[in-house]
C-alpha cells in the first residue's frame, strides 16, 4: 500500500526514538495523519472501521496492532487465530509455534532487525516516575490480589527517603 507505507515507517520510527503508543497516536493526530479505517472509507466506502469527525483521530490499540504486526517485514503469517469449536463465535489466538510463517513473502515495509528492535523495546515497558528515574522495580511489580501496576510512592523527611509501592 503506497499511501500507508510511509506512515507505518514513521510509526516504527517513532517507537525507536522511545515513544509509546499513546504518545504516537497523539502526534499523528496532531500531524492530522488519517487513520487505517479512513483510508478504508476512502478506497471500499466500507464503514466498518470509519467514524465520521474522527478520521484523523488515532487510537492507541490501532499503534499498538501496527507495531506488532509482522506481516510488514515481508512475511505472510498463517493461523494466528484460531476457533475452539464451531458453536463459539470468537477467535483465540494461536502461540507461535502453531503459526506458520512464510519469510520473503512480499516486499517489506520494515526491515526484519528494525521489527526485533521494536519488539524488545515493548517488552521493556520501563516508563519514568514522577521523580524522572526508572524505579528499579517498573514494570515487573503488580498486585498478588488484582493484577494491576504497582507504582512507587516517595516519603522524604530531613534525616531520611523511603520508596513505598
Request: charged share 30%.
Amino acid at each position: 500500500d503506497e499511501e500507508a507505507a510511509p506512515v507505518v515507517k514513521q510509526i516504527y520510527n517513532f517507537c525507536l526514538a522511545g515513544n509509546g503508543p499513546t504518545k504516537i497516536a497523539r502526534m499523528l493526530t496532531e500531524q492530522q495523519i488519517p487513520t487505517p479505517g479512513t483510508l478504508e472509507y476512502r478506497r471500499t466506502g466500507s464503514t466498518r472501521r470509519y467514524h465520521p469527525g474522527y478520521e484523523c483521530k488515532w487510537a492507541t490499540n490501532t499503534v499498538v496492532h501496527i507495531l506488532e504486526n509482522r506481516e510488514y517485514t515481508g512475511c505472510l503469517v498463517n493461523f494466528k487465530t484460531e476457533k475452539l469449536s464451531y458453536k463459539v463465535k470468537h477467535s483465540v489466538e494461536n502461540p507461535l509455534e502453531k503459526q506458520v510463517i512464510f519469510e520473503n513473502h512480499h516486499e517489506p515495509i520494515i526491515d526484519t532487525q528494525t521489527w526485533e528492535r521494536v519488539q524488545e523495546l515493548r517488552k521493556q515497558r520501563k516508563r519514568p516516575n514522577r521523580y524522572d528515574e526508572v524505579g528499579l522495580f517498573s514494570g515487573i511489580l503488580f498486585c498478588a490480589d488484582c493484577g494491576s501496576v504497582m507504582y512507587q510512592q516517595r516519603y522524604q523527611t530531613d534525616k531520611r527517603k523511603q520508596d513505598c509501592y
